[in-house]
């Protein structure tokens, strides 16, 4: 992992919330934490004593946001507009899912800025109105659209895909970001559980409709196409296993943030999967998977607990424009060039749980999601 202690010249450690807020508690954190404080010293000694790499993810960010930016300048505290400083994307055009709030909206609207032509994606079309004007108000000369996608509906799925090939738009990025967590057990309108249905089998079937798209626009213009998957380092928490292989969609032994886990490891052995196959095909087309970073959100809001208690430290998490830097990073930055198959975090690869690397797992999944999205 990249994280590197970044020191300022009095040895106290940079970039940190903590130092800005509480100046003398971090001086005695950041002396007593200092030889941990790498990744690259933290992780190897966390797989030694426990022998798992379960919680990799977590200490990543946990040193990511305590320590601030690694080598390549950038880091937990990174905004989107910092980590995307400088590139010109016009001329590339974007697809956004769950475009109209959160993250995503933040993700579009640095797009924009950057020059690209932005396809927020959702299922609220008032949403998406309002999101698309916050973004020409502030800057005018953005080119955002918005278009209806509802992710839990394969139906809507192959809607859109049919209504962008319609409007015969090329695809340069397409930025996997909708999502939902911890909602009590539901179906979609497709049978299927709601949170895996949203967050990985919904964006499989829009990618694979989508490729051709992305590889053609690739080919003709030369330059990369990339899929960017918004996972989160919540997918360490899944069921055993990784996957409930055979009771995907059984309400007995479903656990609401056990589930949220399943779907993003999904998305973590999407990606992985996808960048294999692309690689096998020699497609100009990369493949990612991220944690964004603990954002206080709307994607809280069935946790009751848990999103109180998001707010309450609302001020040691990340802002939304910090949120949507590692979806940008990705999606844009010339350091990304010919990465693929990588999971990202406070725009650095890491290292994900041992589930979401074992490309058994990757492939079974693959398989059970073409037939799952074929029905
Ligand atoms: N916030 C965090 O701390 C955090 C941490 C790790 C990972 N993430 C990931 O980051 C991504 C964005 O989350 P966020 O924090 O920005 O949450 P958010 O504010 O709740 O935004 C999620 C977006 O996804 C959309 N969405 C939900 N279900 C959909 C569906 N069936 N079809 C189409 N769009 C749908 C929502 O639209 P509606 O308004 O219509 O519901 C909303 O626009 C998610 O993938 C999440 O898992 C977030």
Redesign the pocket.
């Known amino acids: 992992m990249k994280f590197e202690l970044q020191l300022s010249q009095s040895g106290i450690l940079e970039n940190s919330r903590i130092k800005f807020y509480f100046p003398k508690l971090w001086l005695h954190l950041s002396q007593l934490l200092a030889p941990a404080a790498n990744s690259n010293y933290a992780i190897p000694v966390w797989k030694a004593t426990t022998g798992s790499t379960k919680f990799c993810g977590g200490i990543d960010a946990a040193m990511g946001w305590l320590w601030g930016k690694s080598s390549n300048g950038f880091g937990a505290s990174t905004t989107a507009e910092e980590a995307t400083e400088g590139i010109d994307a016009s001329g590339l055009t974007a697809v956004v ?8 909206v933040h993700t579009a609207r640095t797009l924009a800025k950057r020059g690209a032509h932005v396809i927020m ?4 079309l008032t ?1 998406g109105a309002a999101a698309r004007q916050g973004i020409l108000n502030d800057i005018p000369e953005a080119k955002v659209e918005v278009m209806e ?4 509906s394969f139906d809507s799925v192959r809607a859109f895909a049919k209504e962008y090939s319609r409007k015969d738009l090329p695809l340069n990025i397409l930025i996997n ?5 911890g909602n009590p057990f539901t179906l979609s309108k497709d049978g299927i559980e709601l949170q895996f249905a ?2 990985h089998l ?1 964006h499989f079937l829009l990618t694979n409709l989508l490729l051709d798209n992305l590889k053609t626009t690739a080919q003709s213009s030369g330059v990369e196409g990339r899929i960017v998957n ?5 997918h360490a928490w899944t069921y055993s296993g990784g996957i409930r292989w055979g009771k995907l969609n059984e309400e007995k032994g479903y656990q609401a943030m056990k589930a949220y886990g399943q779907s ?1 490891v999904a998305n973590i052995c999407h990606a992985k999967e996808l960048a294999r196959r692309l690689k096998e095909e020699k497609a100009n087309v990369t493949a990612n998977s991220l ?11 069935h946790m009751n607990v848990l999103g109180a208690a ?1 707010r309450l430290v609302g001020l040691f998490m990340k802002t939304v424009p910090q ?1 949507a830097a590692t979806a940008c990073y990705v999606a844009l930055h010339p350091n990304v060039k010919g990465v693929s198959g990588e999971y990202f975090n406070n725009c650095n690869i890491a290292q994900p749980s041992s589930n979401a690397m074992n490309s058994e797992i990757a492939k079974r999944l693959w398989d059970v999601s073409v037939e799952m999205t074929s029905k």
Do not use: C, E, W, Y
């Open positions: 899912t769950g475009a109209f709030k959160g993250i995503g994606a959702g299922r609220n949403d996608l509802d992710l839990a970001n909708a999502g939902v967590m949203t967050n919904g918004v996972s989160s380092m919540a993003k944690h964004p970073g603990g954002i206080s959100t709307d994607l809280q809001r998001m949120g």
